[in-house]
């Protein structure tokens, strides 16, 4: 019916090793380049923080003196008081942005479409751009409190931007502003995937559209907030750009954050060993939102398996 | 979901949404506005406001003429490096994790859990904890202060989402489709070829604008490992923005600011969708 | 020659022993069909004679020659899949070649192969289409033609009907069936499904728990099922398998169902002699639906049995009426005439056919007659 086909004898072991050595190499480099970094620049950097290091990395032992040293800086503590009210104000107010967003897309508007790129369009810009601008914004000689001042009202006061205690909610405002629409947009798959039917049940049951939001929707959706919120923690101990490019830090320390003082001990005054103690604090920290997280997914899943 | 709304209320639904909008848009028409307004008619007023001259010089001025740290070429030459970088790194990035993607999902190999495990760690641990063995490894390895240097970083950093982005899209490839492969004859790198590439549109659109925001936008790094005229254009704004604090140029500044978010945000609304999907596909890790 | 033989092939996923020292030997020419419940193995073992999975310990022999170490391409095989899996970028044709563009076979007689496979399936109208414009009876069609298109010494069936319709897969059960008859080609078919086993192999063999129960043609599996386990698995409804009791009489056993019951059904048995040593010992009595029937019935033979039983249930399918009784208080399946329609809680005349009678040891759940 057609050709014979071509039954070659098995290879040697030798041979089919070379013949399959680029393909091992192609799956093989990437993976172990990628994960090698990961785990020995992290157990480096752990290294470091141990060592006596300052301009460059040297060897020895200081215990956990680097560490105690940075949290009794002040830089460290109000780096840390900030990110706690910055990391839980940021947190809950874009959650609920987002919540809310997704809620009034969810009511079968017009150009939902238009609306939703709206409002997720901050998060293709960088943090560089976004700081930059609110820092032109929130300037009291340059944005909204002038143009209100211009316009007649001069007793009218926006300067938070300069105001020490308040300087911290400048970068809140503008990191709600970024990535509100990131929580938007997973409130909204969630809220989109809840059961038709069993909405319609609730409707047959004589619920209203408030009712059905209360008792059935937004119950459904608490998995998907530990999510938001978990991964806005995350961006939150992290931020480095935004305070960069709004604040600078500023005004004096007051907005100091710890991805901050890690670059500030590392390459502004070159005291290596600090700067690792703070970033793997900074790591600490995050482990401290991941790893509850962690926990709490891999029980969900048990339970679905079991389920 | 039909008759989720209550009819009254909607006129309200609609003013609030319309506000909020109008809230977020703001910034930008802000900046777009003053991009073309002419320094001196932004340092007599506010930075919000209607311009009176059409200051399309400013771009020009932006583009190329600007001075940055005592070199006078505008934000060329950063945005030049900016592409250098993003570009490389979001190739190589997306096409090996396409096929690290390919090999856990549809290849099982010894240890294939274990190193795909530790390689998505690699999207939860700061930066921070690989600031100084970076430096470290670039001095040695001579890409300090280099585009190649960035490039490398961000094609083996990339590979944490990439892997997982393919990964997550291939596994749902029925594993009789590789088998019948390779009764077939097919090989690693036939099967990826003829058969997963050709069905792998969507999540290559998805991994390279994700790709290309991430490092488009990167700061930290480019801020450490790149000085002067190495420097990407995120750098260089903030390097602007010190530059420039005592003489006020915010029309100029508005325009650069332009120019470096352009390139993302029209990748941005030509692929939208795919750029939601990356978010998305990020947060269910 | 056997085109194919496995030697004391075992597969162990870590702490799961999956297959337990399989032995097969199919000769070419046969349509082989392992047959089993979903978990017995019998995937396994298809994917380790593909080459696509590797036993813990065993050999696979495909034409006389161990292959243990040859891969999937090079074993001389085709398979076709359950879900078809055809390359879904490619047309029809090109799901075809792929396999000869893989061997660089030349493009002329590439042509020449899709030409004949074609025809033979006849979808040549297919060939430029891609598989997403495919029916699921074409999309098999096409999987086939791929498999046919090797001419290789065995072809692999993973389930391969098992996607399609109620009646496409009868159309399509007779089909390949017809090929197996026109090529003469050798054929192991892996289904969970008894009737496709019993329509197309040539040799059945039944697996369970990672063992083969019993291979042999579908007349004897069906007549003399090798244990408990393949009696209630071939056959729908499956035997009736009746706990009773083996009695001495004059002229041979008789096997007594529900014993010191008003109701004792005593059935004599002619002809089996193998179950001499279990006279006055319980045994597994087992019995098709089809050999009980109405009263009337005479199985073209000496007098059946006759014996009065109460129903309980009524199925009519049609073609036939099932019927629940109670036999010796034990619940039975019988398979009466098509218009005969006894009523639920009465007593109804059944006859029992008394030469297909199976007896089942009930510790070791063996065919002893």
Known sequence: ?307 | ?285 | MAALSIRALSKRYANLEVLKGIDLDIESGEFTVLVGPSGCGKSTLLNIVAGLDHPSAGTVEIGGRVVNDVAPKDRDIAMVFQSYALYPSMTVRQNITFGMECRRVAKAEQEKAVANVAKLLQIEPLLGRKPSQLSGGQRQRVAMGRALVRNPLLFLFDEPLSNLDAKLRVEMRMEIKRLHQRIGATIVYVTHDQIEAMTMATRIAVMHQGSVQQFADPDTVYRYPANLFVARFMGSPPMNTIPARLEAASDGPVVVVGAGRPDEVRLRLRGYDAAAPFVGREVVFGIRPECIAEGSRTFSSDAPVRVEAPVELVEPTGAETMVLLRLGGEPAMARISPDIRPAPGTSAAFALDTRRICLFDPETERLIA
């Not at chain 1, 001069?154 to 709600?176: E, P």
């Not at chain 2, 039909?2 to 910034?27: E, G, K, N, Q, T």
């Not at chain 2, 939860?124 to 063995?133: E, S």
Request: proline share 4%; hydrophobic share 55%.
């Open chain 1, 1 to 307: 019916m057609t050709s014979a086909v071509l039954t070659r004898p098995g290879r040697s072991a030798a041979t089919e090793l070379v013949r399959r050595l680029p393909e091992y190499l192609m799956i093989w480099v990437p993976l172990l380049l990628s994960a090698a970094h990961l785990v020995s620049f992290s157990l480096w950097t752990l290294w470091i923080s141990f060592t006596p290091s300052t301009l460059v990395p040297v060897s020895g032992w200081v215990g956990l003196r680097n560490y105690t040293a940075v949290a009794a800086s002040r830089n460290w503590q109000i780096a840390f008081d900030n990110l706690l009210l910055f990391g839980s104000a940021f947190v809950l107010l874009s959650a609920a942005t987002g919540l809310i967003l997704a809620i009034l897309l969810d009511q079968r508007i017009r150009a939902e479409n238009v609306l939703r790129s709206i409002f997720l369009y901050p998060l293709a810009v960088s943090f560089v751009v976004t700081g930059t601008v609110w820092s032109w914004l929130l300037n009291p000689g340059l944005g909204i409190q002038k143009l209100v001042h211009d316009l007649g009202w001069t007793s009218f006061k926006f300067d938070w931007l300069i105001d020490r205690d308040m300087a911290i909610w400048t970068i809140v405002i503008a990191a709600i502003w970024q990535s509100s629409g990131f929580a938007m947009a997973l409130f909204l798959a969630g809220l989109r995937s809840v059961d038709a039917d069993i909405i319609k049940a609730a409707q047959i049951d004589g619920a209203g559209a408030v009712r059905i939001y209360r008792r059935i929707i937004l119950p459904s959706l608490w998995p998907i907030t530990i999510t938001v919120v978990v991964i806005q923690l995350q961006f939150a101990i992290s931020t480095f750009d935004l305070v960069r490019a709004l604040t600078n830090g500023g005004p004096g320390i007051a907005t100091q954050l710890p991805a901050l003082v890690v670059y500030d001990l590392m390459f502004q005054r070159s005291l290596l060993g600090r700067g690792a103690a703070a970033a793997v604090l900074m790591l600490l920290i995050l482990l401290a939102v991941l790893l509850p997280y962690a926990a709490w997914r891999y029980i969900q899943r048990r339970r679905a398996n079991h389920a």
């Open chain 2, 1 to 285: 979901m039909p008759d989720r709304s209550f009819a009254p209320s909607r006129i309200l639904i609609y003013l609030a949404v319309s506000l909020i909008a109008a809230a977020w848009l703001a910034p930008l028409v802000v900046v777009v506005l003053n991009s073309l307004r002419s320094n001196e008619e932004i340092a007599q007023g506010s930075m919000i406001g209607w311009p009176q001259q059409w200051a399309w010089s400013n771009y020009a001025a932006a583009w190329s003429g600007f001075c940055v740290a005592e070199t006078c070429a505008g934000i060329r030459p950063y945005m030049l490096n900016s592409a250098l970088v993003t570009i490389p790194a979001t190739i190589f990035s997306t096409l090996l994790g396409a096929i690290a993607g390919y090999a856990v999902s549809l290849w099982r190999f010894r240890g294939d859990n274990w190193i795909y495990g530790i390689v998505t760690l690699g999207l939860f641990l700061p930066q921070q904890m690989r600031l100084l063995p970076w430096t470290i490894v670039l001095r040695d390895i001579g890409l300090i202060n280099t585009l190649t240097g960035l490039v490398l970083i961000h094609t083996i950093q990339g590979l944490s989402f990439t892997t997982l982005f393919c990964r997550n899209y291939y596994v749902a490839i029925p594993h009789e489709l590789i088998r019948a492969a390779r009764i077939d004859g097919a090989g690693f790198f036939r099967i990826f070829w003829r058969i997963i590439l050709p069905l792998s549109g969507p999540i290559l659109i998805v991994t390279v604008i994700w790709q290309f925001t991430h490092i488009w936008n990167e700061f930290l790094y480019g801020v450490t490992f790149t000085t002067g005229q190495q420097q990407p254009v995120t750098a260089a704004l903030i390097a602007l923005s010190a530059a420039v604090a005592d003489i006020p140029q915010h029309g100029v500044q508005s325009a650069a600011v332009i120019i470096a978010a352009l390139p993302t945000l029209l990748i941005y609304l030509l692929g939208g969708k795919y750029f939601v999907r990356g978010l998305t596909a990020g947060a269910v890790k």
